[in-house]
């Protein structure tokens, strides 16, 4: 077995996780050059870290040794929500069913009112479905829950002195405030969702509220948004009409385009294991508790696998890549990947089949700053203005900040 290329360098000196949040993609990018490797190591939340950046390691990690590498019982994400679906290692089939396939009809009910403000589309960072907006309106939280976000990507811990409170501390106060309010609202509303939750037969009485708690933390609906984002500006213009007018036509292309879509912008710039034994990744020795971050963003775009691995060529899914749209991670992969994988694809699917039938769109002005951010979840860097044109009328929409 290799020694792993890099340094985890000291304790607390040695950290890189502010240089990493403030750009994970740069700080991938100049490692994957400097240690000519996709698996190294470095120092993040001050534990030394495994970096995967190749869908062989990848796939070593979330797949083929899934039973090795073992969600963090300490990560922040079991930090704030508790044991969820999301933070356990093992299969909760209970609140499965909460996760079945939205109906297209529901869905393109949904984009035709939301298309009459054009909200849905004009925030990346909202990702609201009309069942989390009346969830969250129902237990009057949108304000503590928005505060709850920024605690993903703190630093954890957990300080608080006078005019000044760590994010970290701030996200678990609010996520205190939010978990009475859901309490309160298990304990007394028999209907609607947070009546089915309720009623499930849960191993534990925490275990309802912890399962609302993340479900109205929008991990979901901030991916919905993260990707119909990027398919928005990836179609954007006049130049790209033709791949539009193919996309409406043809559902295998528009099912290429959002898979290409996934490779490029994946919403989550990746996940966090721990290793419950000694065992290697790409050949390069792990021991027993190592933390190890598969990377989505380096994955998608290993050159092993994909070439030209950051051009936007939906064509590959049927040439050279065809069939392997499981080599993706956009939102895991293995027997352990996202519950809510197949609502989002169901969700995606039909808003951009109906975005394609009944707009035009583009970048108004066209010169703007397209550059992304990475953390929480992929997004435009900056507010973009787009201008939609209905194809059954004559006119165009007001232009709004996506």
């Known amino acids: 077995m290799s020694e792993l290329p890099g340094n985890a360098g000291y304790p607390v000196l040695g950290d890189r996780s502010l240089e990493f949040y403030k750009d994970p993609v740069g700080f991938c990018d100049h490692r994957l050059e400097k240690h000519n490797s996709r698996v190294f190591r470095s120092r993040l939340l001050n534990k030394p870290t495994v970096l995967v950046c190749s869908v062989r390691g990848m796939r070593e990690v979330l797949h083929e040794k899934s039973s090795v590498f073992l969600k963090d019982p300490t990560d922040l994400m079991t930090n704030m929500y508790g044991d969820t679906l999301v933070t356990t290692n ?73 005019l000044w409170s760590s994010g970290f501390s701030t996200a678990l106060e609010a996520r205190d405030r939010l978990m009475e309010i859901i309490k309160d609202k298990l304990e007394n509303d028999k209907h ?39 398919f928005t500006l990836a179609l954007s213009g006049p130049q790209q009409e033709k791949m539009r007018q193919r996309a409406k036509a043809e559902p295998e292309f528009l099912r290429c385009l959002l898979l290409e879509v996934q490779r490029l912008w994946p919403p989550f710039i990746g996940g966090r ?23 989505s963003h380096a994955v998608h775009r290993d050159p092993e696998v994909f070439q030209q691995p950051d051009h936007f060529l939906p064509d590959r899914w049927t040439g050279r890549n065809a069939g392997q749209e499981h080599l993706l991670c956009c939102l895991g992969n293995g027997p352990r990947n996202c519950i809510g994988d197949t609502l989002t694809d169901s969700f995606v699917k039909t808003a951009c089949s109906y975005l394609l039938t009944h707009y035009d769109w583009a970048l108004d002005p066209p010169d703007q700053n397209t550059s992304y951010k990475w953390l929480p979840a992929s997004r435009p860097a900056e507010p973009l203005h787009l201008s939609f044109t209905r194809l059954d009328q004559t006119g165009s929409c007001p232009t709004h900040p996506q």
């Not at 290793?275 to 933390?291: C, H, L, M, W, Y």
């Open 90 to 162: 093992v299969c909760v089939s209970a609140t499965s069913r909460l996760f079945l396939p939205v109906s297209p009809s529901v869905c393109t009910l949904c984009l035709r009112l939301w298309g009459q403000n054009w909200s849905w589309v004009c925030s990346s960072t909202c990702g609201q479905t009309s069942t989390l907006s009346s969830t969250r309106r129902s237990l009057s939280c949108a304000r503590s829950t928005g505060t709850v976000h920024p605690g993903l990507i703190s630093a954890p811990v957990s300080l608080k002195v006078p």
């Open 192 to 230: 609607g969702l947070v009546g089915s939750l309720g009623s499930l037969p849960l191993p534990h009485p925490i275990c309802a509220s912890q399962h609302l708690l993340l479900f109205i933390s929008a991990l979901i609906p901030k991916a919905l948004a993260s990707l119909l984002t990027s």
């Open 273 to 295: 294991r721990i290793a419950n034994k000694d065992t290697t990744i790409e050949g390069f020795s792990v021991p027993r508790g190592q933390v190890v971050m598969y990377v």
